[in-house]
């Protein structure tokens, strides 16, 4: 692997993701290892790692992918952009990801979309289990479930799929870094992923301090890689930007 300063921060071409990309992954958020990576900074939303709802995963290399999450957030949270609260306005700048001290682009900025597949139900959350799992007695109500949208928001990601070879796992986790600060927790909201390449393989570290220094490099790799226009979903993140990358899945009604 190469030294954190020589690692590429973009990859794959600028026309978009390749086959076998993307790939799907959903559920909800459950809690990780509890070893306080938010104490490093890097705290991460894990999903559940199930080869019956998500079949590739069974064979998917073990390692470092990027793309983009897509998260309900419960309209208690901070971070809930609601039309009415002014969601279409950038809060910053018109691209969030560029430089603070970039020349002013000489597009102007498409509006921000605040994708509002809205989901009223699941303020509560319940269990995105597969369906398979459910009994009769417990299948959601259709009429219930045809007026309960959930209201998505789009985010760059990063995230590790494997046995976290520092920590010696004896379970695969799939652990989301999405690339936002957010105001607070966000524990069993669902969550999308299209995973739109593959960064590195998992690694072990002589120290915690060369672990985080390359998952940063990792979080600029994903930032870079996916600020292209061809990467970038034509839906629109929840920071403000917006391209040409279908994107439809993250926010369609289940
Ligand atoms: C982008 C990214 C890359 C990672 N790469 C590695 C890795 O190469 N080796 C490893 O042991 N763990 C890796 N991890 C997993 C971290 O070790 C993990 O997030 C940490 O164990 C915190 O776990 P927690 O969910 O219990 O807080 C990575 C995590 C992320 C988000
Ligand atoms: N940028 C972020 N990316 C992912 N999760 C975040 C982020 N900011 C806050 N969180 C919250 O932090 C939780 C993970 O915290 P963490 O310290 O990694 O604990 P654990 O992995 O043990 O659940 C996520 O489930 C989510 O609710």
Redo the contacts with the bound molecule.
Sequence with gaps: MAAVEDRPRILYSDSGPEPPYPLRMEGVVIS??????KELG???A?LPVDAVATPWIATAKSG?YFGYASVALPSSHPDRQDDAAGANEPRHRSNPRAPADAPPSSHPPPPRTTITSVSTSSETFPSLSSPSSLTSQEAPNPTAATLQKKHWQIYPM???I?Y????KNSVR?A???ILHKFGADFYDAPMRLLILGFVRE????ASLDA?VA??NV??DVARQSLARPAWTPREGTADGSRGEFDGSWLVRDE
């Design positions: 990780g290892f509890g070893r306080g990576s890097i705290p991460t894990n470092v990063v995230m590790s494997g976290n070879p520092f920590y986790s652990e989301v870094h998992e690694r072990d570290y672990l390359d998952i990792d979080c």
